[in-house]
């Protein structure tokens, strides 16, 4: 029985946004994961940030408390999630694993994976211009979205009328959407895209 445990060199993630730094194995019948820990080098120092053994999981960094998790029922995926990242969460990752084998002795192995975080320049939301001057028959159903390019996460809002008149507020989300549509929908709507 052969195993081995994979995953990539160095990972790049965005600050504030979230990543998995992937550790994973084939699992092999006569083998039980018995522990598995997931530990960090960084500027700050070291330590294990993650354990899972038989007495459940447990995040040992406060740091990280609340912000990484393992996949629970997913065989041979120990994978990192950490969420929220910061700027000092960069630094080297060890993802160590024991077995325990029909004849009771213990096979170890850990891979490590660096994880640079990046700032990307937060960039405010552009939306495309949809067609103007839109004629449906009544009865029909149509939709109307609201794409915008820009730093996510993006969200959307429709009104009815215009932006620097009255306006009524409709629905969040990127889409507007009518069943059948009525002689009273003919009107002037519009979008907006936010983000942070």
């Given at each position: ?7 990539p ?11 998995t ?6 699992p092999v019948e006569?083998l039980t ?6 530990a ?6 070291s ?20 912000r ?6 997913a065989?041979g ?17 060890t ?7 029909s004849?009771n ?19 405010k939301?552009?939306?495309?211009a949809?067609e ?8 029909a159903?149509?939709s ?7 730093s996510p ?16 507020f ?20 519009f979008?907006e895209?936010e983000?942070?």
């Open positions: 029985a052969f195993l081995d445990l994979s995953g060199s160095e990972v790049k993630g965005v600050w504030k946004g979230s990543i730094l992937p550790c994973t194995y084939v006569d994961q018995q522990t598995l820990a997931w960090v080098v960084h500027d700050k120092g330590g294990t940030i993650f354990r899972r053994d038989s007495s459940g999981d447990h995040v040992l960094l406060s740091e990280y408390r609340d990484v998790s393992v996949p629970k029922d065989p995926n120990v994978s990192l999630l950490i969420l929220n990242m910061e700027i000092s969460d960069r630094g080297t990752y993802c160590q694993v024991t077995w325990r084998d004849n002795s213990l096979i170890a192995k850990e891979i490590a994976t660096k994880l640079e975080v990046v700032k990307v320049a937060a960039t939301p552009i939306i495309r949809g103007l001057g839109l004629t449906l028959p009544a009865g159903s149509t109307l979205t609201c794409q915008a390019s820009g996460p993006i969200t959307y809002r429709w009104f009815r009328g215009t932006p620097a008149g009255k306006a009524t409709l629905t969040s989300g990127a889409e507007l959407a009518w069943h059948s549509l009525r002689l009273s929908d003919s009107g002037m709507y979008c895209a983000n942070r």
